[in-house]
């Protein structure tokens, strides 16, 4: 017969067990050193991550590379090592509301998390950038262009969200109807949404959906999906589509051609997400408003490409930037 003494240091060894796995699983590594910059936004002081990865034998120049919604850093590993060995100098945010860095309860807009990065490479002491901005890292990625045009030397946009407004055919639904939804999220919620990012579904993928649940074992996880619900708004009341025309900087589109995103899919009917989300058609649209643009169509490829198709992003990327 086993003792009560027994039992419960049984139980409270399986409590730490349990325990230490959440914070292991919460706790995935970085593929580099985080860093962070201070800043005062709205009255607070908020901490932003970032990763520095420096080349063995810099070309100098300097690639900055903006995530999306759904991710946060640690998805741009590859790229990144990638770029480190062709010689450039690579600048990994994590945007403020995202990741590693603090989610803050403050208004947020494309212009502020633009001039976060702004100080960041001031504080880096960086004076001219190469901008990589992939899903919703490219409506960013456009507003900081435009804000910094001479900030920009180049400018790469991969499956960027907003190439379509999409007030115009989203139904409006409140922040605190979209914050009960992010409090609702689970690991198999987050997979399923992933999985619509890519044509067909592969184990290594299962990754991402690793990086975006951490946050579900985090004691602050309210604060994350507050930042998630109030995002959306971001998106929605924000759009960039306007103001492609006014890119003056050499542009590149990488565009997925199996790409069917659309921000707020779940509150159309399926004739309606039949009308929307077509990247190819977007892509084309887009390429004739960014006068000094290329487009590079990928067949049979979804929403993130370099994690899809690895070489192939590399490529279109490496042919762009070596050209003046």
Same mark, same amino acid.
């Given at each position: 017969?086993?003792?009560?003494?027994?039992?419960?240091?049984?139980?409270?060894?399986?409590?730490?067990?349990?325990?230490?796995?959440?914070?292991?699983?919460?706790?995935?590594?970085?593929?580099?050193?985080?860093?962070?910059?201070?800043?005062?936004?709205?009255?607070?002081?908020?901490?932003?991550?970032?990763?520095?990865?420096?080349?063995?034998?810099?070309? !100098?120049?300097? =690639?900055?590379?903006?995530?999306?919604?759904?991710?946060?850093?640690?998805?741009?590993?590859?790229?990144?090592?990638?770029?480190?060995?062709? !010689?450039?100098?690579?600048?990994?945010?994590?945007?403020?509301?995202? *990741?590693?860095?603090?989610?803050?309860?403050? /208004?947020?807009? %494309?212009?502020?998390?633009?001039?976060?990065?702004?100080?960041?490479?001031?504080?880096?002491?960086?004076?001219?950038?190469?901008?990589?901005?992939?899903?919703?890292?490219?409506?960013?990625?456009?507003?900081?262009?435009?804000?910094?045009?001479?900030?920009?030397?180049?400018?790469?946009?991969?499956?960027?969200?907003?190439?379509?407004?999409?007030?115009?055919?989203?139904?409006?639904?409140?922040?605190?109807?979209?914050?009960?939804?992010?409090?609702?999220?689970?690991?198999?919620?987050?997979?399923?949404?992933?999985?619509?990012?890519?044509?067909?579904?592969?184990?290594?993928?299962?990754?991402? =959906?690793?990086?975006?649940?951490?946050?579900?074992?985090?004691?602050? %996880?309210?604060?994350?999906?507050?930042?998630?619900?109030?995002?959306?708004?971001?998106?929605?009341?924000?759009?960039?589509?306007? +103001? %492609?025309?006014?890119?003056?900087?050499?542009?590149?589109?990488?565009?997925?051609?199996?790409?069917?995103?659309?921000?707020?899919?779940?509150?159309?009917?399926?004739?309606?997400?039949?009308?929307?989300?077509?990247?190819?058609?977007?892509?084309?649209?887009? /390429?004739?408003?960014?006068?000094?643009?290329?487009?590079?169509?990928? +067949? *049979?490829? *979804?929403?993130?490409? /370099?994690?899809? +198709?690895?070489?192939?992003?590399?490529?279109?990327?490496?042919? %762009?930037?070596? /050209?003046?």
């Amino acid at each position: 017969m086993v003792s009560m003494k027994s039992t419960y240091k049984l139980i409270r060894l399986m409590l730490v067990l349990q325990c230490l796995s959440c914070k292991l699983f919460a706790q995935q590594d970085y593929p580099f050193p985080v860093r962070y910059i201070s800043f005062v936004t709205e009255n607070q002081s908020i901490r932003m991550a970032y990763m520095s990865v420096v080349p063995d034998h810099p070309n !100098g120049e300097t =690639v900055i590379l903006f995530h999306g919604k759904n991710f946060n850093g640690y998805y741009w590993k590859d790229v990144a090592y990638f770029l480190k060995d062709k !010689g450039y100098n690579v600048v990994i945010p994590d945007q403020v509301g995202w *990741g590693k860095s603090d989610k803050p309860n403050i /208004h947020y807009s %494309f212009s502020l998390l633009a001039e976060n990065n702004k100080k960041l490479l001031d504080t880096l002491g960086i004076k001219s950038v190469i901008v990589i901005g992939h899903s919703m890292g490219g409506m960013l990625a456009t507003r900081f262009t435009l804000m910094y045009p001479n900030l920009v030397t180049k400018l790469i946009l991969e499956d960027p969200i907003g190439l379509e407004d999409y007030k115009t055919f989203i139904p409006y639904s409140s922040i605190d109807k979209e914050y009960q939804s992010e409090l609702s999220a689970s690991y198999d919620s987050y997979k399923k949404y992933m999985q619509s990012y890519f044509p067909v579904w592969k184990p290594e993928y299962e990754e991402l =959906v690793k990086q975006q649940a951490a946050a579900l074992n985090d004691p602050n %996880f309210k604060m994350t999906a507050w930042a998630n619900a109030v995002t959306y708004d971001m998106i929605y009341e924000q759009p960039v589509c306007y +103001e %492609f025309e006014n890119i003056r900087v050499k542009t590149l589109l990488i565009i997925g051609k199996a790409d069917r995103t659309i921000v707020g899919k779940n509150k159309l009917s399926k004739a309606e997400q039949a009308m929307h989300g077509l990247y190819p058609q977007l892509g084309e649209k887009t /390429h004739k408003l960014i006068r000094n643009s290329e487009l590079k169509m990928l +067949e *049979g490829v *979804g929403h993130i490409p /370099h994690i899809q +198709e690895p070489s192939l992003f590399e490529d279109c990327v490496n042919t %762009f930037l070596i /050209h003046p």
